[in-house]
């Protein structure tokens, strides 16, 4: 007959060996902090600032669409032992974290813990509605929850996860500065192109750009030509169709298009997260027949339906492209995954048209 403390300690070891099966495939390397985060390009994120430190684990896949994913309950395994879970937040992802966190009874990453990170804290917000209108169906009831399309908000959200790493792993704290003001290095590179960023600094090239005023700054001439002359990355990329029209599936490329100068003229979807009606097709039809749009952007996991029917009757090109890393096998993290739509989108403008402004 066991004792109550034998019981317990093979009760233990059972259920140690049960999270150790129900381990994702996902999970990487163990580090010293556990991390879970919701998204792709968030886990990518923290990855670039935590670097071989953290244990991580992301729950959704890039080929998935955020807003609805299927909570495994091997998830709630990782997230009973986790120290942090980063989540993108503005109820992007409210059908399926609040089961996963609350199953994990783990005080540190339910909502109001030290471990629960919203990703979305310091991001100037779009889209933001007068009214609550989720009961419409809308998913986007605080506003626009993509906000990781703009690049300089991974800016903001690499801050905001570097101070939650300094503070669960005091230790690293100085390896997640490093790693932090590395990763901005490179993302104004990659934005601005090195060039610009030697001349002009990636600081000032962040708060032009940010204000709205980068067009005027980039008129300035520093040791010889106008600035714009040394604009390059992926700005530089997509600066010859700055001002073209394009047709989304869902609105998840507003903060993408602001920063590029693309136009979003409509959307398939109605109302976020509705799939169109026959006579809404019929509207955009009309609207692609008599406007300027010649693209139709959406992607891999959304009904492709649609989109089909309007490139048959119109002759518009529809594009593919991933909002997450992983959405396309080139999309390997983040800075590959804006090198891929970058070049994918200035690819079927170029296909489309002139170019000219
Ligand atoms: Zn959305």
Redesign the pocket.
């Known amino acids: 007959m066991p004792t109550r403390a034998v019981r317990r300690l093979t009760g233990s070891i059972a259920l140690l060996l049960l999270a150790a099966i129900a381990a994702p495939a996902g999970a990487f390397a163990s580090g010293t902090v556990k991390v879970v985060a919701s998204l792709p390009n968030l886990g990518s994120i923290a990855r670039e600032i935590g670097g071989d430190r953290l244990d991580l684990t992301v729950i959704a896949s890039g080929v998935q669409d ?2 609805f994913v299927d909570p495994k309950p091997s998830y709630i395994v990782k997230l009973r032992a986790a120290d942090l879970m980063i989540v993108n937040g503005l109820d ?1 992802e409210i059908g399926w974290v609040p089961p996963l966190t609350q199953g994990a009874r783990n005080a540190r990453v339910i909502p109001g813990g030290p471990g629960y990170i919203d990703a979305s804290a310091g991001i100037a917000v779009v889209e933001i509605p007068s009214g609550l209108s989720r009961a419409e169906g809308d ?2 009831p605080y506003g ?3 906000y990781l399309g703009d690049p300089l908000n991974a800016v903001i959200v690499a801050s905001t996860i570097a101070d939650a790493l300094k503070k669960a792993d005091p230790a690293g704290a100085a390896t997640y500065e490093e790693r932090r003001k590395a990763f901005v290095t490179r993302l104004d590179q990659a934005l601005f192109g090195a060039p610009l960023v030697e001349l002009a600094g990636g600081a000032k090239l962040e708060r032009e750009a940010a204000a709205g005023t980068l067009d005027h700054f980039l008129e300035t001439s520093l040791g010889g030509a106008p600035l714009k002359t040394r604009l390059g990355g992926w700005l530089g990329k997509l600066a010859p169709y700055r001002g073209r029209p394009v047709l989304c599936y ?3 490329a507003s903060y993408f298009a602001n920063r590029f100068g693309i136009v979003v003229i409509d959307y398939v979807e109605p109302k ?2 509705i799939q169109p009606s026959a006579r809404h097709l019929e509207e955009l039809t009309a609207l692609l027949h008599h406007g300027d749009a010649k693209v139709i952007l959406t992607r891999p996991y959304v009904e492709h339906r649609s989109t089909d029917l309007l490139a048959q009757k119109t002759g518009v090109t529809v594009v593919t492209l991933p909002l997450e890393v992983g959405g396309d096998p080139k999309a390997t993290d983040y800075f590959a995954l804006f090198d891929f739509v970058t070049g994918s989108l200035a690819d079927a403008l170029a296909r489309t048209g002139t170019g000219a402004r």
């Open positions: 955020a807003h992007l998913v986007h626009n929850p993509h869902h609105k998840d976020p997260g």
